[in-house]
């Protein structure tokens, strides 16, 4: 099966913050939907902050003419 440019795309980036994620960020590779179009990002409250140790879950929804157009 081959993946259109948005998958290949996303597959990288996904990639990308599974292996090197910026601090306070987790991506569940495994919570990607199967055609990457859809992910969870939890964001963990930074260290000395009124949000530190609290975790937000975030959902990514992406179309196919991501990167173009912004996910939701």
Same mark, same amino acid.
């Given at each position: 099966m081959?993946?259109?440019? !948005?998958?290949?795309?996303?597959?990288? &980036?996904? =990639? =990308?913050? !599974?292996?090197?994620?910026?601090?306070g960020i987790v991506v569940n590779k495994d919570a990607a939907s199967a055609d990457l179009k859809q992910w969870r990002v939890d964001v963990i409250g930074?260290?000395?902050?009124?949000? &530190?140790? &609290?975790?937000f879950s975030l959902q990514f929804?992406?179309? =196919? =003419?991501?990167?173009?157009?912004s996910p939701e």
């Open positions: 081959s993946l259109d440019a !948005s998958s290949r795309r996303l597959m990288k &980036e996904l =990639q =990308q913050l !599974s292996t090197e994620p910026p601090t930074a260290t000395g902050t009124l949000y &530190e140790g &609290e975790k929804r992406f179309t =196919q =003419q991501y990167p173009f157009n």
